[in-house]
Antibody, heavy 122, light 106 residues
Framework: QVQLHQWGAGLLKPSATLSLTCAISGGPLSGYYWSWVRQSPGKGLEWIGEINYDGGTNQNPSLKSRVTISMDRIKKQFSLTLTSVTAADTGVYYCAREIGPQVYSSGWYDYWGQGTLVTVSS | EIVMTQSPATLSVSPGERATLSCRAS??????LAWYQQKPGQAPRLLIY???TRATDVPARFSGSGSGTEFTLTISSLQSEDFAVYYCQQYINWYSFGQGTKLEIK
């Protein structure tokens, strides 16, 4: 059974950098995109970005300039960095496994982390 | 950007009755649609992908239909554990979610 466990700082000041990590267990890294999705009262569920086993990444165009997603294949972890945070970045951040009809094709999220509440406040 | 619109925002239904939730895409997404269920304090749970294929371990009372721009999630006979928020998600052009339908007990 695939499990995702995530962690990172929950309280940030404006202009700080958000850093979250997600550990994958119970399944392979290859063949999937590993994603970050956030949820806020104002914007609902929002895709942030994704990375595959080969290190290929895609980011939401609205966040692209501030988002970095990386992967540590040995540790079976992937991470999110979001720079210059503001109150608008407050929300619950989830890591998730994306699966599609073919390998590395766009798809849906079948496994999710437990979520991390990130609050940006001075 | 493809905008997903769900209706109604809140749906009140009695246990044992049928619930019908709608999701509309701002442009055609073929069958590239998934449905999720979310309960308070939990991550979303995948219910349906490909517009109509049930995910593993999802009860048969959940069914999805539609293609193009109009989609429906039907729960045939509501159980107490089904009262939650439901989201649709498109995955043909990056990824975007609807704003959710809250299914509450009548």
């Amino acid at each position: 059974q695939v499990q995702l466990h995530q962690w990172g700082a929950g309280l940030l000041k404006p202009s700080a950098t958000l850093s979250l990590t997600c550990a994958i267990s119970g399944g392979p890294l290859s063949g999937y995109y590993w994603s970050w999705v956030r949820q806020s009262p104002g914007k609902g569920l929002e895709w942030i970005g994704e990375i595959n086993y080969d290190g290929g990444t895609n980011q939401n165009p609205s966040l692209k300039s501030r988002v970095t997603i990386s992967m540590d294949r040995i540790k079976k972890q992937f991470s999110l960095t979001l720079t210059s945070v503001t109150a608008a970045d407050t929300g619950v951040y989830y890591c998730a496994r994306e699966i599609g009809p073919q390998v590395y094709s766009s798809g849906w999220y079948d496994y999710w982390g437990q979520g991390t509440l990130v609050t940006v406040s001075s | 950007e493809i905008v997903m619109t769900q209706s109604p925002a809140t749906l009140s239904v009695s246990p044992g009755e049928r619930a019908t939730l709608s999701c509309r895409a701002s442009q055609s997404i073929s069958s590239n649609l998934a449905w999720y269920q979310q309960k308070p304090g939990q991550a979303p749970r995948l219910l349906i992908y490909g517009a109509s294929t049930r995910a593993t371990d999802v009860p048969a009372r959940f069914s999805g239909s539609g293609s193009g721009t109009e989609f429906t999630l039907t729960i045939s006979s509501l159980q107490s554990e089904d009262f939650a928020v439901y989201y649709c998600q498109q995955y043909i052009n990056w990824y975007s979610f609807g704003q959710g339908t809250k299914l509450e007990i009548k």
